[in-house]
């Protein structure tokens, strides 16, 4: 039999449909676990395979999506009963098809946000997808499909799981939504980064969207992927008939959108909610002549936070340099007193400032780098969108850093002695990222441009040894002091040209190393800098708080014509934006408003201590802290903040209101509410992500909230609503097999207390579809739900 990764990207390769929903209409119950039925309806799962081998595909997936740990908990069967049993019966069908085709170890979320944002650890969620990869591999699967995954930190968890511990090709398909962003923030671009800095197999999208919306994001994914591309849409949008949950988009016409598709580049089509057999025969039908577009290498040079991607081209990018220990006293004195917030303050700065990557070094003798390395990137990606530079000569703190940041980072650094390519080179196959290669080796550093070039393509040609392409490095040809040199200048810069310009590799410098032991150093290191840029130098590691510098890098991007139109140099220079200073320092003193629109806990504590011994609690609430929330939910709304920094700045604004308690309890009064919120996620239901953030921000918003938690039943949640005399009531649901659960709890809320108010909200949701099952008020994301909230109880 032909493997798998062999097939993939030759020709077109075919995916089955649904599961669920099929099931449904086999007699599955709302809220009851479709996995289980390997356990205890094997026949109809068996008969489900086999109806789509039947129909032509070539990949059936298991029924294995939500077999894990914390779903199987209390069912009476283990997660690796459940997968090793769906893998069996997938297998069983493809003997019995009698022709070639494979099995899909089929792997879903997990249903929780990873911290900081939730309450998972990275490394917990990792153990889990760990023990699902192992059993579904024991038992016999061809491939690990990833799929409806929304948050590319869960992503990496489970991607680095199959890698660590199974042989598998890794597919992963996630569900973005028609504006081609994830739950968590990522755009295409950036998803695609990371994974191919993972070196997964083949990307794509599932679930959320239908054939038509799918499409529309596609020429993005085309653009940016470099591996086979992969989409299994719904068959359209949800509709509710009869109580039960229909796809309007019959076989024929999603066969038409999906040959589309495949002439537009993708090479593996499927089905993912609401398709049939007969969805997957048409398609094959209508596509299985179409010869795929062969995957090519874009030859991007990018690396990624957690919502874009920073590509390296003709545009110069700045790295701020400013989160590091050397020549600053005062950043050395944060690192020893375990200062978070005075470091997320510098990013936060140095972002304001125009830098596009922060530089992130931590290194001091006396403190454990690699524990505060991990600390220091996961604090700033909570509160800055900028990819990072993990700069760190301990292999130790480099790869705790790698292993927990969350996207496709720069690494600072390798350098030409064969220690170091062997120590770092190993980390980038596995996690991915770009690399700063130094031009210096077992000689030290070369006095000549030839000496510095030869290092270049030494480093180069080993970096190729581990699968990693020149696109994936920058070359620092070294800026040394022309104090006590002067042709240390022209060795840097002739040497950069010749690499940029004859090698197509991408460069970097600390350009202000030039004007080391000299008078008034910004002016030789400006003038450096400009000189560097027009020779070819891609990043530059400056501090973006200098007038100077970055009069010179705006002037220079609008000469080369990188800046189109001049449109940020006129915007940096008409008065429409506020030039740095090149005194600017990070202020001690933070505003309430600030720290709370920041993301700064600490921040927004100490300002709100310091504001209540002159402002009442009432108006510190209403004249600071729900201005601050709104801003945030409005640029959350713009999609120009998302979701970890709106929750960031949920959890700043609750340590503004733990202040205002402790004043409240000194005085023996307490804080009013706005009214009580009942929220749960229906029967059934295990996911409760959306609901949690929902339940942060009406706390936010002065709401009592009694939170019921997942998998409940209608009659508590109508009791609850009843003992407690609410008004309104919250109702979350993630999976299309729990939705109709919600329908049935609203007629019952409806029945019993007919003047309550239902708001809904889940990935399987839509306004018509709320209107359907007798909501009252259906919100896309987690902001509209405060607006309704609080509309409804101001009158």
Same mark, same amino acid.
């Given at each position: ?80 009963? @459940? *997968? +090793? ?11 019995? $098809?009698?022709?070639? #085709?494979? /099995? %899909? &170890? ?64 890794? @597919? *992963? +398909? ?11 923030? $990522?755009?295409?671009? #950036?998803? /695609? %980064? &990371? ?86 025969? %048409? ?513």
């Amino acid at each position: 039999m032909t493997k798998f990764i062999d097939k993939l990207g030759t020709k077109m390769l075919f995916f089955d449909g649904a599961m669920g929903t099929i099931l449904q209409s086999k007699g599955l119950l709302p809220g009851e676990i479709p996995e289980l039925w390997n356990m205890t309806s094997s026949d109809v799962i068996l008969d489900i395979h086999k109806s789509y081998l039947d129909a032509g595909c070539d990949i059936v997936k298991a029924n294995t999506f939500g077999a894990n740990s914390f779903k199987m908990k209390d069912t009476g069967y283990s997660c690796e009963e @459940v *997968v +090793t049993q769906g893998i069996k019966l997938a297998k069983e069908a493809v003997s019995a $098809a009698g022709r070639e #085709a494979y /099995v %899909a &170890l089929d792997i879903g979320s997990l249903g929780k946000l990873l911290k900081p944002l939730g309450d998972l650890e990275f490394e917990a969620a990792y153990e889990a997808f760990k023990e699902i990869c192992i059993a579904g591999e024991k038992a016999g699967a061809d491939l690990c499909l990833i799929e409806t995954v929304s948050d590319t930190y869960e992503i990496k968890a489970a991607v680095l799981a199959a890698k660590e511990n199974t042989n598998l090709p890794v @597919v *992963v +398909t996630m569900i973005f939504d028609e504006g081609g962003k994830l739950l968590t923030g $990522a755009d295409v671009s #950036a998803a /695609v %980064a &990371l994974l191919e800095g993972l070196r997964v197999d083949a990307i794509g999208f599932n679930c959320g969207l239908g054939p038509v919306q799918m499409q529309k994001l596609l020429p993005e994914l085309h653009r940016v992927c470099s591996l086979p591309i992969v989409m299994n849409p719904n068959a359209g949008l949800p509709v509710v008939v009869d109580g039960q949950t229909m796809f309007n988009v019959g076989p024929d016409e999603f066969a038409g959108v999906m040959k589309e598709i495949a002439e537009s580049g993708a090479s593996v089509l499927g089905g993912c909610c609401g398709t049939t057999p007969e969805h997957i025969k %048409a398609v094959i039908s209508m596509c299985k002549d179409i010869k795929p577009l062969k995957a090519e290498d874009k030859g991007l040079s990018v690396i990624s936070s957690y919502s874009h991607a920073v590509e390296l081209n003709n545009r110069p990018k700045i790295i701020g340099e400013r989160i590091n220990p050397t020549g600053k006293s005062r950043f050395k004195q944060a690192l020893r007193d375990n200062d978070l917030e005075y470091i997320l303050k510098e990013a936060l700065t140095q972002q304001d400032n125009g830098a596009h990557i922060l530089d992130v070094n931590v290194g001091l003798p006396e403190i454990d780098e690699p524990s505060m390395m991990e600390r220091t990137v996961a604090g700033i990606q909570t509160v800055v969108d900028l990819p990072l530079q993990i700069d760190t000569s301990d292999i130790e703190a480099m790869e705790r850093a790698m292993r927990i940041y969350n996207g496709k980072p720069l690494i600072n650094s390798v350098n030409g002695k064969q220690e170091s390519m062997d120590a770092v080179f190993p980390l980038v196959a596995k996690y991915g990222g770009m690399v700063v290669c130094l031009a210096l080796d077992e000689d030290g550093i070369p006095e000549t441009a030839e000496g510095r070039i030869q290092v270049a393509k030494k480093i180069i040609a080993e970096a190729e040894k581990y699968g990693i392409s020149k696109k994936d490095l920058v070359i620092d040809t070294l800026a040394m002091t022309i104090s006590t040199g002067q042709e240390n200048s022209a060795i840097t810069l002739d040497s950069l040209d010749y690499i940029r310009n004859e090698m197509g590799v991408h460069t970097v410098l600390g350009v202000s190393n030039i004007s080391f032991g000299l008078p008034q150093r910004e002016i030789i290191t400006t003038a450096f800098f400009t000189i560097a840029l027009s020779r070819g130098l891609s990043a530059a590691i400056i501090n973006p708080a200098s007038t100077s510098m970055m009069n010179a890098y705006y002037s220079y991007c609008a000469i080369n014509g990188s800046d189109e139109q001049c449109f940020d140099y006129i915007n940096q220079y008409s008065g429409a934006a506020q030039q740095p200073s090149s005194s600017a320092k990070q202020s001690e003193e933070t505003s309430l408003f600030d720290a709370v629109v920041r993301g700064l806990s600490e921040s927004a504590y100490t300002a709100a201590k310091e504001l209540l011994k002159a402002k009442e609690p009432l108006a510190l609430i209403d004249e600071d802290l729900i201005p601050a929330l709104d801003k945030v939910g409005q640029g959350f709304e713009n999609k120009t903040i998302f979701l970890p920094q709106l929750l960031m700045s949920a959890e700043a604004a609750k340590s503004g209101f733990d202040a205002i308690k402790e004043v409240l309890a000194k005085k023996g009064t307490a804080s009013s509410s706005k009214g009580t919120v009942v929220i749960a996620t229906v029967k059934g239901d295990i996911h409760d992500i959306g609901k949690n953030i929902v339940k942060v921000l009406l706390e936010n918003y002065s709401f009592d909230v009694i939170d019921l938690g997942k998998d409940v039943a209608p009659e508590l949640i109508v009791q609850t609503a009843l003992d407690n005399h609410v008004k309104l009531i919250g109702l979350s649901a993630l999976m299309t097999t729990t939705v109709a659960n919600m329908e049935i709890t609203i007629k019952q809320l409806k029945a019993a207390i007919p003047d309550c108010k239902v708001m809904v909200g889940g990935a399987v949701l839509n306004q018509t579809y709320a209107d359907m099952i007798g909501a009252d008020f259906y919100s896309k994301d987690a902001m509209g739900s405060i607006r309704y909230a609080n509309e409804l109880f101001e009158k």
